[in-house]
């Protein structure tokens, strides 16, 4: 009993300890060019939080795929068996180290460069207490936009499509066998290059490659609840919500697409469609940088969105979308790198509430 108690102390203080740390950009991100140099060297395992179909279209070589969306797990009537945590302990270990990651490992996650599927694994690693891990900051775009060899791939790329549309020309001009047998020709060689470049190239295409397993423990006294919220919290801040308004000491933010707030689209698992009531609608579109293609928006224009919805730092702030691990999670660290402490994700999201008839909502 003594033993359990300690247990329990330890795990309350950590979380303490975790919530009144300052998280800065530099404690998240790692930027391409630094990333770089990291591709192969042991101790290090890139991440992307994106799908297998994605995967195979291209990923940073040498990387493991972890789909953010899989990391939450539930079973078919959204219920989480060891909430607020993503999945069970034992589950979490063996699953992180069947892709080859240890708990000395650097974990460098990313996805295509919009963010939510890499803050999807960034929270994930981060609530069972893991402390090496990063967010590549631009993704996968990131890293072939430096590639210099990407930028020969790119040039013969351009060069095939060029020849082909000339190919397509001939054959409508009913011009000479002779010539089309020589574009044709020309069209194999530069079909040639590209495949060769790709070899070469730091994004590749393909399936996973075969992976070593590793041990993995979770300390279940360094669990970082700070990242993460249950039901039960977020049931607490609806009733404060309803209760006192705009003072209210919580904020729930839904990170979804406004068809999905409405209720207009259910998402297949969910019985219910619509949302949380009091929450406010903040769609994780807004914090990310479409036009430099970077994971998240300037510090000061995040600011100002949070600021016109009136989210105050002295809050208590869940945010939730369909799984918990992807679009919630862009905004838990956006929140986070902007300096409010008592934010965290909904790891039950609408996965969890839409499913449980005993819960209100909103259409």
């Not at 391409?32 to 992307?48: H, P, Q, R, S, W």
């Not at 990923?59 to 945590?85: N, R, T």
């Not at 460098?108 to 939510?116: E, R, V």
């Not at 069972?128 to 020969?152: T, V």
Request: glycine residues 8%; proline residues 2%.
């Amino acid at each position: 009993m003594k033993k359990r108690f300690v247990t329990v102390c330890l795990i309350v203080l950590t979380g303490v300890l975790n919530l009144n740390a300052e998280i800065t950009q530099e404690d998240i991100f790692i930027s391409a060019d630094e990333a770089i140099k990291l591709i192969d060297k042991k101790g290090v395992v890139f991440v992307t939080g994106d799908s297998q179909t994605t995967y195979e279209l291209g990923h940073i070589k040498g990387s493991v795929q972890m789909y953010a969306h899989d990391l939450h797990k539930s079973d078919i009537l959204g219920k989480m068996e060891c909430k607020p945590l993503f999945r069970c302990i034992g589950d979490a270990s063996k699953y992180i180290g069947d892709k080859g990651i240890d708990n000395d490992t650097l974990v460098i996650a990313y996805d295509d460069f919009k963010g939510p599927n890499a803050t999807g694994v960034y929270v994930f690693f981060k609530s069972y207490g893991h402390k090496k891990i990063k967010i590549l900051n631009g993704g996968r775009a990131a890293m072939m936009k430096i590639d210099p060899q990407q930028k020969i791939y790119d040039e013969l790329k351009k060069e095939y499509k060029t020849i082909k549309k000339e190919l397509k020309k001939l054959k409508k001009s009913k011009t000479n066998q002779r010539t089309i047998d020589a574009k044709k020709e020309e069209l194999d060689k530069a079909a040639k290059a590209m495949k060769d470049q790709e070899k070469n190239l730091i994004v590749i295409k393909g399936k996973e490659p075969k992976i070593e397993p590793k041990n993995y423990f979770i300390d279940i006294s360094k669990i970082d609840y700070s990242w993460i919220a249950d039901k039960k919290d977020i049931k607490a801040a609806v009733e404060d919500i309803l209760k006192k308004g705009k003072k209210s000491k919580y904020a729930i933010i839904d990170a979804r697409s406004m068809d999905e707030i409405i209720g207009e689209r259910k998402m297949d698992g969910v019985a219910r469609g619509g949302h949380i009531p009091g929450a406010k609608f903040i769609e994780w579109k807004n914090f990310t940088d479409f036009k430099n293609k970077l994971s998240f928006k300037e510090l000061d224009l995040m600011q100002e969105i949070f600021d016109g919805y009136k989210i105050k730092k002295s809050q208590h702030i869940y945010t939730y979308c369909q799984v918990g691990s992807g679009r919630g999670t862009q905004i838990v660290v956006a929140l986070k790198m902007l300096g409010y402490k008592n934010a965290k994700v909904y790891t039950g999201s609408w996965d969890e509430w839409g499913n449980d008839m005993n819960l209100p909502l909103r259409r």
